[in-house]
């Protein structure tokens, strides 16, 4: 199925003891569908705040309800902040996030004075003179195959061994007089990576970060509402 929804209210995707998930919130619902427990498997893993245009899980189930039937079901029953867009039956071997081979994720910048109030939970209010022109330079940099570590947060899984080097096919910033909206496409991304991006790419427009090397220097992590997860992309059928 492929998702969107309004991570305001919610602490991530992942199933957290005690605390509102997307992921908990669509399992439970499929769970009640099903009359019994389903699990899911998201193409990712989004942090609290972080939002989702076409997020994509896998799941089994033996009921066999038409998927537009199923579509329909779990809309009604599922929070206003959650929507199903399409649901599709896949091969039994298909999976979300093992299959994925590219993601794209888009951060959105608020420039001006003031922010409007309806747009606040999905912006970063930044009302201060940045370097366009730097940040577009440093955009650029990020684009081929790199390790990425200096631009994780720490994790458990990032043992020794973890592969932390990620492709990047593009990596574009649009410069408007009252938004900046970065939209950055590769092969996967590590925890906070797109935050911290956007992070250094603030740096380069403040002229603390010189856009002529690699690794630069990670700017701060920026805050996740301003974060949407646009789409995976999975090999052709066949």
Same mark, same amino acid.
């Given at each position: 199925?492929?998702?969107?929804?309004?991570?305001?209210?919610?602490?991530?995707?992942?199933?957290?003891?005690?605390?509102?998930?997307?992921?908990?919130?669509?399992?439970?619902?499929?769970?009640?569908?099903?009359e019994a427990p389903v699990r899911i498997f998201g193409s990712g893993r989004t942090d609290a705040g972080v939002h989702a245009l076409g997020q994509v899980?896998?799941?089994?189930?033996?009921?066999?309800?038409?998927?537009?039937?199923?579509?329909?079901?779990?809309?009604?029953?599922?929070?206003?902040?959650?929507?199903?867009?399409?649901?599709?039956?896949?091969?039994?071997? +298909?999976?979300?996030? *093992? %299959?994925?081979?590219?993601?794209?994720?888009? #951060? =959105?910048?608020?420039?001006?004075?003031?922010?409007?109030?309806?747009?606040?939970?999905?912006?970063?209010?930044?009302?201060?003179?940045?370097?366009?022109?730097?940040?577009?330079?440093?955009?650029?940099?990020?684009?081929?195959?790199?390790?990425?570590?200096?631009?994780?947060?720490?994790?458990?899984?990032?043992?020794?061994?973890?592969?932390?080097?990620?492709?990047? +096919?593009?990596?574009? *910033? %649009?410069?408007?007089?009252?938004?900046?909206? #970065? =939209?950055?496409?590769?092969?996967?991304?590590?925890?906070?990576?797109?935050?911290?991006?956007?992070?250094?790419?603030?740096?380069?427009?403040?002229?603390?970060?010189?856009?002529?090397?690699?690794?630069?220097?990670?700017?701060?992590?920026?805050?996740?509402?301003?974060?949407?997860?646009?789409?995976?992309?999975?090999?052709?059928?066949?």
């Open positions: 199925m492929t998702l969107a929804y309004d991570g305001t209210e919610f602490h991530g995707w992942q199933i957290q003891p005690g605390l509102p998930t997307v992921e908990a919130t669509v399992s439970a619902i499929l769970s009640r569908i099903e899980a896998s799941f089994d189930l033996t009921n066999p309800i038409p998927v537009e039937n199923l579509r329909k079901a779990m809309n009604r029953l599922l929070p206003a902040s959650i929507r199903i867009l399409e649901v599709a039956e896949m091969p039994p071997e +298909f999976h979300a996030r *093992l %299959d994925a081979v590219a993601k794209t994720y888009e #951060y =959105r910048i608020y420039l001006g004075e003031s922010c409007p109030p309806f747009e606040r939970h999905y912006v970063y209010h930044h009302p201060y003179p940045l370097n366009h022109a730097a940040m577009k330079l440093m955009a650029e940099v990020f684009t081929g195959t790199h390790d990425m570590t200096v631009f994780a947060a720490a994790d458990p899984r990032y043992q020794d061994g973890y592969n932390m080097v990620r492709t990047i +096919f593009s990596s574009v *910033l %649009d410069g408007q007089p009252e938004w900046l909206i #970065y =939209r950055v496409r590769g092969t996967g991304f590590l925890k906070h990576m797109v935050r911290n991006l956007v992070g250094t790419l603030i740096e380069a427009g403040r002229g603390n970060i010189q856009p002529d090397q690699w690794p630069p220097r990670c700017g701060n992590t920026v805050p996740a509402r301003g974060l949407f997860l646009v789409s995976v992309e999975y090999p052709p059928a066949g």
